[in-house]
């Protein structure tokens, strides 16, 4: 049986992770150049609201449920060229999907039943972020 302090715990690694997307966004928005890379920028500041609305969601949720929010991003890699940015950025959104996943599931055995369906709509909102990047590393 799931506890509320196993689920708080659960939600701030997700909530470390998303301050660690934005700023991760944001990096690669700076290091993208060129025709590609300006395309790159537009569709990052897109994904950029969405992590900033699920970070914004997490922050409140954690707080109701009685627990502290993360304010320190979880750190990330740097790599370098696009291709290697965007695989980068796949893999991370994917694993966030089965974060959202597992977490929601916490959610559903607590009967917490608005959190376990806003995280998996979160979860879809990472699924198709996966799902434009993978149509972009396609292009390259
Ligand atoms: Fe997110
Ligand atoms: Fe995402």
């Known amino acids: 049986m799931a ?15 998303e301050w660690g997307t934005v700023i ?13 890379g300006e395309e790159l920028r537009e569709i990052l500041q897109g994904e950029i609201q969405d992590e900033l609305g ?12 009685g627990g502290e929010p993360v304010t ?22 994917k694993a966030d999907v089965d974060n959202y996943m597992a977490h929601s599931e916490l959610a559903d055995d607590l009967g917490l039943v608005e959190l376990k369906l806003k995280l998996e709509e979160m979860a879809a909102d990472e699924a198709g972020h996966g799902r434009e990047l993978r149509r972009l590393i396609r292009g390259l």
């Open 24 to 36: 991760r966004y944001i990096y690669q928005s700076g290091k993208a150049f060129g025709l590609t």
């Open 72 to 93: 320190e991003p979880k750190p990330f890699e740097k790599p370098d060229g696009l291709k290697a940015m965007l695989e980068l950025d796949l893999q991370m959104e």
């Open 54 to 65: 699920h970070a914004s969601f997490l922050t409140d949720i954690i707080i109701d449920l």
């Open 3 to 17: 506890t509320t302090d196993e689920l708080i715990k659960g939600l701030n690694e997700d909530l470390a992770a």
